[in-house]
């Protein structure tokens, strides 16, 4: 038996926000991030309607980008003493995670941050509150999932919680708010969009009910996202549903090794200032990891059909072929959105360094270990073919070199 669980509502289209206004409860905390939200106004709109609801508001701001364990701590003791029965995290996908996790904390005190890692291992939720997620980024999905990642900065390692009942029971998909983002946060996001549609296509746990939305999410984002990036406001609106679409289906079919490595070189380098932001991470692994995936039969099938529905190979090809012409319009989109292509050269236009932020005897000397937490990764299960560590650790070679896959 499977299952297929999204919000219970989703509201979308400019001025969505104020669905917020219908809210029943007594008391609302809202968690945001940085400023982005309050100077352009939505904060401030998004306290006003749930106050014209009837309800007291409290703020929980500052949350940082990669949000930490420590974070999610400090904002469930806010809510536990608070006590609202409705939290709506507005901004980015990481206050969303955050308050996701804190969700957790709030409603179960005794829950470790190790327990709430336990894939698919939570229990109820809703006995004090629930949970509206308002999107500000065009990537994450996050309002739309099942999933959360935090940061535990002492291991370096981003750990994702993975269980339905984090779903938002509400996901507000305003597409104003997206029209604030800046050009690369664009870039980043939308690559992680399209990773998303894509591994949830290929994932061994793909269903009729998650195909769909997924590639038409993929034509979506194929027709606009370098639009979007370039400055062309409806394709960013269309843009933010795009990704809403690649959420539902992932969060459903689940995702592959893309986000398991991911989520482990993410904030493994930290202590060399190196930050590996999640779309770009995205950006530079998948082309990789199409590759070597396709060496699966079933896999390199299904990319053939991504490939039919973007047209930009010859339904006659071969799918070897097909796969060939997945990678190389990847690659051409990376160019087109300024991302590198490798670990080696990422940040080497921020940093006077020829190896970029992350420095090669740094990243040999922690390959191990990164391959061994990669496989370890709650998205590793669902991806189509399972790597052993050493061939994680050539995977992970390749997306540092930039060379091709041939195992």
């Not at 690369?184 to 998303?196: E, N």
Request: glycine share 8%; with cysteine.
């Amino acid at each position: 038996m499977a299952r297929f669980t999204l919000p219970r509502d989703v509201y979308h289209g400019k001025g969505s926000l104020e669905a917020l206004k219908t809210f029943k409860g007594k008391k609302a905390i809202i968690c945001v991030g940085g400023g982005s939200m309050k100077r352009g106004g939505f904060l401030g709109r998004a306290q006003q309607y749930l106050e014209e609801a009837g309800m007291e508001v409290k703020l929980f701001e500052g949350i940082e980008s990669d949000p930490s364990v420590e974070t999610v701590m400090k904002g469930a003791a806010v809510m536990a003493e608070f006590e609202p029965d409705w939290i709506v995290a507005i901004g980015g996908g990481s206050p969303i995670d955050a308050a996701k996790a804190m969700w957790i904390k709030y409603e179960y005190p005794e829950c470790t941050f190790e327990d709430m890692c336990k894939v698919f291992g939570l229990p109820e939720l809703r006995k004090k509150a629930h949970f509206c997620a308002v999107s500000s980024t065009s990537g994450t999905a996050t309002e739309v999932t099942a999933f959360s990642i935090i940061t535990d900065y002492e291991k370096g390692i981003k750990f994702p919680i993975a269980d339905f009942e984090i779903t938002p029971d509400v996901a507000i998909v305003d597409p104003e708010l997206a029209e604030t983002m800046p050009k690369k946060l664009v870039a980043h996001t939308g690559m992680d969009a399209i990773t998303h549609a894509i591994e949830a296509y290929v994932s061994t746990a793909n269903c009729e009910f998650t195909d769909p939305l997924a590639i038409h999410a993929v034509e979506m984002i194929q027709a606009d996202l370098v639009k979007s990036y370039n400055g062309d406001m409806d394709a960013r609106d269309r843009m933010h549903y795009a990704q809403c679409l690649a959420g539902m289906a992932f969060s459903n079919a689940l995702l592959g090794i893309v986000h398991s490595m991911a989520h482990k070189t993410g904030a493994v380098f930290a202590d060399q200032g190196a930050h590996i932001i999640h779309g770009a991470a995205n950006a530079m692994y998948l082309p990789k990891v199409v590759a070597f995936n396709a060496k699966d039969p079933t896999a390199k099938k299904r990319y053939g059909v991504i490939v039919d529905y973007m047209g930009i190979c010859d339904k006659g090809a071969s799918d070897d072929e097909k796969v060939k012409a997945l990678i190389a319009y990847l690659r051409k989109m990376n160019d087109d959105l300024n991302i590198p292509h490798g670990i080696g050269t990422y940040g080497a236009d921020a940093l006077p360094c020829e190896k970029g932020f992350v420095p090669e005897n740094i990243f040999l000397e922690r390959l191990h270990d990164i391959a061994v937490n990669a496989i370890a990764d709650a998205c590793t299960g669902s991806n189509p073919r399972q790597p052993s560590v050493e061939e994680m650790e050539k995977l992970l070679k390749c997306c540092y070199y930039d060379t091709e896959v041939d195992f």
